[in-house]
């Protein structure tokens, strides 16, 4: 089993950079995939980034965001800069054994954070 916890969320103004980790703890392996996924009020989880023997984006976030990961810290980040409005979100850390779907799917990740709270104020 593997444990995940998203820590550096916060309330930030457009245009400025916040930092989310992700520690990993259990049954870790640096050979997981990493994601990061977020969830708006109404509407459903979306693919931010991830990050297994490349690196992925979202569309609405490639230039702005960068995943990154500590493998002798068994923790992954998600650099977010020049934030929006509607980056506003929760966002979950997740972590899969096996690389599928070009790791922008949630149901390929098999662990997951309890989430953490961004806001970004215009």
């Known amino acids: 089993q593997v444990q995940l916890v998203e820590s550096g969320g916060g309330l930030v103004q457009a245009g400025g950079s916040l930092r989310l980790s992700c520690a990993a703890s259990?049954?870790?392996?640096?050979?997981?995939?990493m994601g990061w996924f977020r969830q708006a009020p109404g509407k459903e989880r979306e693919f931010v980034a991830t990050?297994?023997?490349?690196?992925f984006y979202a569309d609405s976030v490639q230039g702005r965001f960068t995943i990154s990961r500590d493998n002798d810290k068994n923790t992954a980040y998600l650099q977010m800069n020049s934030l929006k409005p509607e980056d506003k979100a929760v966002y979950y850390c997740a972590a899969a054994r096996l690389w599928k779907s070009g790791g922008t799917q949630s149901h390929s990740y098999d662990y997951w954070g309890q989430g953490t709270q961004v806001t970004v104020s215009s």
């Open positions: 990050i297994g023997w490349r690196t």
């Open positions: 259990g049954r870790t392996s640096s050979r997981y995939v």
